[in-house]
C-alpha cells in the first residue's frame, strides 16, 4: 500500500525566498540569448552539444539551462537533454514576435547598476540610473554607440505595430508625423498597410541618419521625410496625424507637458494626436505593467498613466483625449483633439 504525503501549503520563507532569486532566471535567459541557444535548439539536444554549438562550456552552462527551465522557456526531457518550449520560442531571433534583443538588453550591466542604487529612488525620487553612471539614461545613449545600437533593437523588434493598426484607422489620412519615432519601425508599418499615406519621421539626427534602410527594406522610401530634430523644439506643421508612440511614457510630468506643448503648437484644428504606450488598466493579466512602471521611474524618472491620468495630463495643455483601444498588458492607443 502507498502511503500519500499530506501537500503542505509553501511556507512564507520559500515564496519569498524565491521571489528575491527570481531576476537570476531573467540573467540566465538573457545569457542563453546572448551565446543564441535558443537559435540553434531546432530540435531536443544534449548540453554537450549545445556548448559545441554556441562554444561555451558543457557544464558552465548547464545550470543556465536548468534555470531557464525552470522559467518555462526550456524543458528537459530526459537527462541533461533540453528543448525550447513554446514559450520559448520568442527568444529565436527567426520567430514574428521575437523579443531576443529586448532580454539581451535587460539585463546589461548599465541596468544592473542602476538597480544596485535604487534605494536613491525611493528616497529621493530621482532616477537611479544618473547615480550609478554620472549622465542621464539618454545622454549615457548619446555616447555609448554599441549600447544605444542594442536599445534601437530591442525597440524595433518590440513594437506594437499590430496595436497601433489596429487601434487607429489612417484610411482617411494624407499625411502622418512620427514625432520621436526612433528608427521608423512603427511608421514604415503604417506606410506599407497604407499605401496613399504619406510620413515624416522627426528624431535626432543620429537616430534619423540610421532610418533610411527601415524605409527602403519596407518599399516605403519614396513617401518619408526624414526630418532631424527634438520634439522640445518646432516640429513640421500641416499634418492630420501626429504620432508619439513610446515618447510620453519616458518623460516626468513637466517634460511630457513640453512635448505635447511642441504638438499642439504643430496641429492643426482638425489634426489628431495618437499616443502608443503602456496604460495600466483593470483589464491586465499580468504584474508586467507594475514592474515596467518601476523599471522607468528608475531609469528615467517617468511613470506609466493610467487612461484617467492621460486625460488629466493632456487637460493641462488644451488637448482632449477622444477615447482609446485598450490592450491588457501590452501597449494601448490614444487619440487626442485640440479643446
Same mark, same amino acid.
Given at each position: 500500500?502507498?502511503?500519500?504525503?499530506?501537500?503542505?501549503?509553501?511556507?512564507?520563507?520559500?515564496?519569498?525566498?524565491?521571489?528575491?532569486?527570481?531576476?537570476?532566471?531573467?540573467?540566465?535567459?538573457?545569457?542563453?540569448?546572448?551565446?543564441?541557444?535558443?537559435?540553434?535548439?531546432?530540435?531536443?539536444?544534449?548540453?554537450?552539444?549545445?556548448?559545441?554549438?554556441?562554444?561555451?562550456?558543457?557544464?558552465?552552462?548547464?545550470?543556465?539551462?536548468?534555470?531557464?527551465?525552470?522559467?518555462?522557456?526550456?524543458?528537459?526531457?530526459?537527462?541533461?537533454?533540453?528543448?525550447?518550449?513554446?514559450?520559448?520560442?520568442?527568444?529565436?531571433?527567426?520567430?514574428?514576435?521575437?523579443?531576443?534583443?529586448?532580454?539581451?538588453?535587460?539585463? +546589461?550591466?548599465?541596468?544592473?547598476?542602476?538597480?544596485?542604487?535604487?534605494?536613491?529612488? %525611493?528616497?529621493?525620487?530621482?532616477?537611479?540610473?544618473?547615480?550609478?553612471?554620472?549622465?542621464?539614461?539618454?545622454?549615457?545613449?548619446?555616447?555609448?554607440?554599441?549600447?544605444?545600437?542594442?536599445?534601437?533593437?530591442?525597440?524595433?523588434?518590440?513594437? %506594437?505595430?499590430?496595436?497601433?493598426?489596429? #487601434?487607429?484607422?489612417?484610411?482617411?489620412?494624407?499625411?502622418?508625423?512620427?514625432? #520621436? #519615432?526612433? +528608427?521608423?519601425?512603427?511608421?514604415?508599418?503604417?506606410?506599407?498597410?497604407?499605401?496613399?499615406?504619406?510620413?515624416?519621421?522627426?528624431?535626432?539626427?543620429?537616430?534619423?541618419?540610421?532610418?533610411?534602410?527601415?524605409?527602403?527594406?519596407?518599399?516605403?522610401?519614396?513617401?518619408?521625410?526624414?526630418?532631424?530634430?527634438?520634439?522640445?523644439?518646432?516640429?513640421? #506643421?500641416?499634418?492630420?496625424?501626429?504620432?508619439?508612440?513610446?515618447?510620453?511614457?519616458?518623460?516626468?510630468?513637466?517634460?511630457?507637458?513640453?512635448?505635447?506643448?511642441?504638438?499642439?503648437?504643430?496641429? +492643426?484644428?482638425?489634426?489628431?494626436?495618437?499616443?502608443?504606450?503602456?496604460?495600466?488598466?483593470?483589464?491586465?493579466?499580468?504584474?508586467?505593467?507594475?514592474?515596467?512602471?518601476?523599471?522607468?521611474? %528608475?531609469?528615467?524618472?517617468?511613470?506609466?498613466?493610467?487612461?484617467?491620468?492621460?486625460?488629466?495630463?493632456?487637460?493641462?495643455?488644451?488637448?482632449?483625449?477622444?477615447?482609446?483601444?485598450?490592450?491588457?498588458?501590452?501597449?494601448?492607443?490614444?487619440?487626442?483633439?485640440?479643446?
Amino acid at each position: 500500500m502507498t502511503s500519500q504525503i499530506p501537500v503542505e501549503p509553501v511556507p512564507a520563507v520559500l515564496r519569498v525566498r524565491e521571489l528575491m532569486t527570481a531576476g537570476l532566471l531573467s540573467h540566465a535567459i538573457s545569457v542563453l540569448c546572448d551565446l543564441g541557444v535558443p537559435d540553434v535548439l531546432e530540435t531536443t539536444r544534449s548540453h554537450v552539444e549545445l556548448a559545441k554549438e554556441v562554444n561555451a562550456d558543457p557544464e558552465g552552462l548547464l545550470p543556465f539551462l536548468r534555470a531557464a527551465c525552470a522559467a518555462g522557456v526550456l524543458a528537459e526531457p530526459s537527462r541533461r537533454n533540453f528543448e525550447l518550449t513554446e514559450l520559448g520560442q520568442v527568444l529565436r531571433a527567426d520567430d514574428p514576435h521575437s523579443i531576443k534583443a529586448m532580454c539581451s538588453l535587460t539585463c +546589461r550591466d548599465e541596468f544592473s547598476r542602476t538597480w544596485s542604487d535604487s534605494l536613491h529612488t %525611493a528616497r529621493t525620487g530621482g532616477p537611479s540610473f544618473a547615480v550609478s553612471h554620472g549622465s542621464s539614461f539618454f545622454e549615457y545613449m548619446a555616447s555609448h554607440q554599441e549600447f544605444a545600437t542594442l536599445f534601437d533593437k530591442a525597440m524595433q523588434s518590440s513594437a %506594437a505595430v499590430d496595436n497601433l493598426l489596429a #487601434g487607429f484607422d489612417f484610411s482617411e489620412v494624407g499625411h502622418v508625423v512620427d514625432v #520621436g #519615432g526612433g +528608427r521608423g519601425t512603427m511608421l514604415a508599418a503604417v506606410l506599407k498597410r497604407y499605401p496613399t499615406l504619406r510620413g515624416t519621421l522627426v528624431d535626432l539626427p543620429h537616430v534619423v541618419g540610421n532610418a533610411r534602410k527601415t524605409f527602403d527594406a519596407a518599399g516605403v522610401a519614396d513617401r518619408v521625410t526624414l526630418q532631424p530634430g527634438s520634439f522640445f523644439d518646432p516640429i513640421p #506643421g500641416d499634418a492630420d496625424v501626429y504620432l508619439l508612440s513610446r515618447v510620453i511614457g519616458n518623460w516626468n510630468d513637466e517634460d511630457s507637458l513640453r512635448i505635447l506643448r511642441t504638438v499642439r503648437t504643430a496641429m +492643426r484644428p482638425d489634426s489628431q494626436l495618437v499616443v502608443v504606450g503602456q496604460m495600466p488598466s483593470e483589464n491586465d493579466r499580468t504584474h508586467y505593467p507594475q514592474q515596467l512602471d518601476l523599471y522607468m521611474f %528608475a531609469l528615467l524618472g517617468a511613470r506609466l498613466r493610467s487612461y484617467e491620468e492621460y486625460q488629466d495630463l493632456f487637460a493641462q495643455v488644451d488637448l482632449e483625449v477622444t477615447g482609446w483601444s485598450n490592450f491588457p498588458d501590452s501597449e494601448s492607443v490614444l487619440r487626442a483633439r485640440l479643446s
